[in-house]
């Protein structure tokens, strides 16, 4: 079935490091990709999404890019804040499925000073 | 203005008892949504209401109820409390543009967490 593999996490950097979180898929046909995020105690908001394969989505600094020869859809940040602290989750949108998000387990980020 | 509000923010019970939780959009979407979220993380589907239609109706207890009066606004009910049903809950929204669209943003409230003991 369709579904969404996230890297485990916390992932701990400190502040400027570098930020990969990894995500793959599994869907037939041709969904729509989606990076969310949660801060403590709130709820999701939209990051970035791409449509279809190549895309790269962007936005705060954060990047990726729809792999469909890998079906990877990789969170990329050069250099990360403490305020980028927070729970990651990677979706996949299927199409002829009234926006069924299908999500990841969410990947929670911590970035010390 | 809050676009996606759900109350009440936190809901704390006892097992066997009845509870709702409303949810309201303001952004003129058509589509809304309820997700549970897990004491790990996990986010799952569980329902949803395209123009006040159940259109996607996940494997879900019985004793879970939404009802949506107008496309505004999407209520869960849940009868019979269970310990397994302590969760954080989020409402969500979007416009779909067309059935075959797997694009469309969902907004989401800010979680109700209910906490059955």
């Known amino acids: 079935g369709d579904s969404v593999t996230q890297m485990e996490g916390p992932v701990t950097l400190s502040e400027e490091a570098f930020l990969t979180i990894n995500c793959t898929y599994t869907?037939?046909?041709?969904?729509?990709l989606f990076w969310y995020v949660q801060y403590p105690g709130e709820g999701l908001q939209l990051l970035l999404k791409?449509?279809?394969?190549?895309d790269k989505g962007s936005n705060k600094g954060f990047e990726a890019t729809y792999r469909k020869e890998t079906t990877s859809f990789h969170l990329e940040k050069g250099s990360v804040q403490v305020s980028d602290s927070a729970v990651y989750f990677c979706a996949l949108g299927l199409s002829g499925g009234y926006n069924k998000l299908i999500f990841g387990a969410g990947t929670r980020l911590a970035v010390h000073p | 203005d809050t676009a996606v509000s759900q109350t009440p923010k936190y809901l704390v019970t006892q097992m066997g008892n009845d509870k709702s939780i409303k949810c309201e959009q303001n952004l003129g979407h058509d589509t809304m949504y309820w997700y549970k979220q897990d004491s790990k993380k996990f986010l799952k589907i569980m329902f949803s209401?395209?123009?006040?239609?159940?259109?996607i109706n996940e494997t879900v207890p019985n004793r879970f109820s939404p009802k949506s009066p107008d496309k505004a606004h999407l209520n869960l009910h849940i009868n019979s409390l269970e310990l397994g049903d302590s969760a954080v809950y989020f409402c969500?929204?979007?416009?779909?543009?067309?059935?075959?669209?797997?694009?469309?943003?969902?907004?989401f409230g800010a979680g109700s967490r209910l906490t059955v003991l």
């Open positions: 791409a449509t279809k394969a190549d």
């Open positions: 209401y395209n123009n006040k239609e159940l259109i």
């Open positions: 869907a037939t046909g041709y969904p729509s």
């Open positions: 969500a929204s979007s416009q779909v543009t067309g059935i075959t669209s797997g694009a469309n943003v969902l907004t």
